[in-house]
């Protein structure tokens, strides 16, 4: 027990060092370059754009500020036409071409705002085709190529070359990386939307927000570009899928090679700073002294965000579940202000209009009182008030049907309707309330509220259809609709808006973003943005664009984009930064750990292995895992030592670290092994096993092929008075013998081939 805890010690502390390692000192030195274009003008058949020039320019001032793109090589074109932009990318190229030094990875960043259709940019009365396009951004000879276009359609430049429309997610690029990243605002059949109240396009609203902070996600300081266009992306989407012009889905497209990130902006390069506290949540704003909003960003209070903005005096507001708080901060030029609290203000609300052929008529204006102002304010219609009510049937009642609105405070019946609960509505076979309930409803078969519920629904079936502040309790099914803030307790529970709280159930369906539990046989999470909890069950499946912090607990596990960790006998995500522990684990891509007997990372780390090793003669096996954590299978060979023995054929697992990553020519990995020995002669049978730890040094000699050699420690355990010296060994050995039992400690050699 003693030598098992040493090596698990070992072990943890090895990971331990391999996740401190730092980025080494030889790492390429980088210059970036930017060309930033706009145009509000698409032609005489579309309408006049009002934002496109001001994006344009807000873009280049945080490229320059926290970008790290120097004043020269930074070109911007406001009301650009054809031949300006052709000529933007020949001065691009030249001055790429004039730095040649070696080490010197060079980067481009291309936007452009403006008008776009399926076919490419409209400038004015002109064209640029997006196959044009491409062929301009891939000439100018850069290292690494990031395209930025927030247009309508724009992501037909994606379909040209066979990209896929895809969820909020890229991959990591290192400081050798080569190729380009290709973001849209929107897909190939989507319009890009601007708002009068944001000042700006939606989709480069938010891109300027992540990058000046707010998609700090790891909080180190510095915006990656996963960071920046994950933010972006479920921003956008968050704030449009409710539009008139209809839910807007930003796509890229990416062809690069290597491993580590793209920083596209450094808060630690900036003078100024506004800290958000750790302890404000809730939907934020931050606008200049002009009230042009500036930043805008959903927090929760678990850490503090810092910001990288100007100079200047700016104005926070904190909206905390319809509750809206306000102050104003001087930011000095240099240094950091905390905002902790505020005062008491109002927000404008929402009017969009889309990018495209015709304007969209504003959006009514929307209802802004806090949910607890809302639950005990005086119903907006004007109800006659009644105490007490039998009702047999709508229409058949004890207080007399006069076609004046009612408001119950406590009705009882066979199928109970009121216009209004405030109190209790109790009716054997069911119950409708029409515009809402603060309160409860108890009924048999059926709760029905077209309006919030603010209380209880307790039936075999419950509906609230305008959204639930508190608990359904049903044995057959509840649905909610709108914002969800309590507890489905139900066979089956649906909750079609936002939900923060519990669903417990045979069968649980959560379609918008969930803060909370789901306890089920069969667990159903579609979000459409960060989702943060827990999937207890059976079977898991949590699918949609967003990012799940959560954790999912079942026999089958199904996730995308899942940020967390799947425990289960079978765990499968499209991609998951978190940890798989399972028997079967299969990932698209994971950069955390996927601990199983058969874990399949497709854009992971797998090795075949072809070794020799002190205790079996021969070895075929698999090293299957990520980045930095892998599961080591193996089959063998070997024989006793005695001359006429029988042969033992050996199975190992175990599980490792690549201390240091495989993405370099020398690499070092360490891992735990148990190996089971057998034999098929029925004269003498196999009683013990063999425990390892085992340090392997690699040196790549071909990009397929690397050889490996290392020292490890054994630990046999034999009983039944199967005690098998090993072959080779001489030195250092260590035997402790009690009864029929024998443990050996004696230390090896592991040498072969990885491919």
Request: proline fraction near 4%; glycine fraction near 12%.
């Amino acid at each position: 027990m003693k030598l098992a805890t040493l090596l698990t010690l070992i072990l943890l502390a090895t990971v331990a060092r391999a996740q401190a390692a730092e980025i080494p000192a030889d790492a390429t030195a980088l210059r970036r370059f930017a060309l930033v274009a706009s145009s509000n003008d698409g032609g005489p058949s579309r309408t006049r754009l009002r934002f496109a020039n001001s994006d344009a320019e807000s873009l280049a001032r945080v490229l320059a500020s926290l970008g790290g793109v120097r004043e020269g090589d930074l070109i911007l074109l406001r009301d650009t036409t054809r031949a300006s932009l052709l000529q933007a990318f020949t001065e691009l190229r030249g001055r790429l071409g004039r730095e040649q030094r070696p080490r010197v990875r060079r980067e481009v960043f291309v936007y452009f705002s403006g008008h776009s259709d399926e076919e490419g940019l409209l400038l004015g009365g002109e064209r640029v085709s997006y196959r044009e396009l491409r062929q301009w951004i891939d000439s100018v000879g850069a290292d690494v190529r990031v395209a930025i276009l927030d247009s309508c359609a724009s992501g037909a430049l994606i379909r040209l070359k066979g990209g896929v429309h895809r969820a909020s997610f890229l991959s990591d690029l290192s400081t050798q990386a080569r190729g380009h990243a290709f973001l849209t605002a929107s897909s190939a059949d989507e319009a890009a939307q601007e708002s009068d109240r944001v000042g700006a396009a939606f989709f480069t609203h938010f891109l300027l927000s992540g990058m000046r902070g707010a998609a700090d996600a790891n909080h180190d300081r510095r915006v990656t570009l996963n960071e920046a266009y994950q933010f972006a992306y479920n921003e956008t989407l968050q704030r449009t899928e409710t539009s008139r012009a209809g839910a807007q889905h930003p796509a890229y497209d990416i062809q690069l090679a290597g491993t580590g990130e793209v920083v596209m902006t450094d808060l630690r390069v900036t003078g100024s700073r506004l800290v958000l506290a750790r302890e404000l949540a809730g939907r934020i704003y931050v606008r200049d002294e002009a009230d042009r909003l500036v930043v805008e960003l959903r927090k929760e209070p678990t850490y503090p965000v810092e910001l990288g903005l100007e100079a200047g005096r700016y104005h926070v507001v904190l909206d905390r579940d319809g509750s809206i708080s306000k102050g104003e901060v001087n930011l000095p030029g240099s240094g950091r202000v905390e905002v902790a609290a505020a005062d008491l203000a109002s927000v404008a609300p929402l009017i969009s209009f889309r990018r495209g052929d015709q304007p969209e008529p504003p959006a009514p204006p929307p209802d802004l009182a806090p949910p607890a102002v809302a639950a005990t304010a005086a119903p907006t219609r004007h109800y006659r008030h009644v105490g007490f009510d039998l009702v047999l049937a709508p229409g058949y009642r004890m207080s007399g049907a006069t076609g004046e609105p009612v408001e119950h405070a406590f009705m009882l019946g066979l199928l109970g309707h009121s216009d209004h609960v405030r109190g209790a509505q109790l009716s054997l076979a069911g119950n409708i309330a029409q515009d809402g309930v603060v309160g409860a409803q108890l009924g048999g078969a059926v709760s029905l509220s077209y309006g919030p519920v603010h209380g209880a629904q307790v039936a075999g079936y419950n509906l609230a259809m305008g959204g639930l502040h508190g608990a359904q309790v049903g044995w057959i099914g509840s649905v909610a609709s709108g914002q969800v803030h309590g507890a489905q307790v139900s066979l089956v529970n649906v909750a079609n808006g936002p939900m923060r709280g519990v669903q417990v159930g045979l069968a649980n369906v959560e379609r918008g973003t969930m803060n909370g539990v789901q306890v089920g046989l069969t667990n159903v999470l579609r979000p459409d943005g960060d989702s943060r909890g827990v999937q207890i069950g059976l079977a898991n499946v949590a699918t949609g664009g967003g990012v799940r912090d959560a954790a999912s607990v079942g026999l089958v596990n199904v996730g995308r984009k899942q940020r967390g960790v799947q425990v289960g006998l079978i765990n499968v995500a499209d991609e998951i930064d978190g940890a798989q522990v399972g028997l079967v684990s299969f990932a698209r891509k994971n950069s955390g750990a996927s601990i199983s007997l058969l874990p399949i990372v497709l854009d992971g780390e797998n090795h075949l292995t072809l070794g020799w090793t002190s205790a079996s003669a021969a070895n075929l096996g698999f090293k299957l895992g990520t980045r930095r954590v892998y599961a080591a299978l193996s089959v063998g060979i070997t024989r006793d030592t005695e001359a006429d023995g029988p042969r033992y054929y050996a199975s190992t697992f175990g599980l490792g670290v690549h201390v240091i990553p495989r993405d370099r020519r020398f690499f070092l990995d360490i891992d735990i092994t148990g190996t089971n020995f057998e034999t098929f002669s029925p004269a003498r049978q196999a009683h013990r096993n063999l425990a390892s730890l085992r340090l392997q040094a690699g040196y790549a000699v071909a990009r397929r092929l690397a050889v490996v050699v290392g020292p490890t420690l054994h630990v046999q355990t034999a009983w039944d008075n199967d005690d098998r010296r090993p072959r080779g060994v001489s030195f250092a050995e260590q035997v402790w013998t009690s009864g029929g039992t024998t443990v050996r400690l004696y230390p090896g050699l592991v040498a072969g081939l990885e491919l």
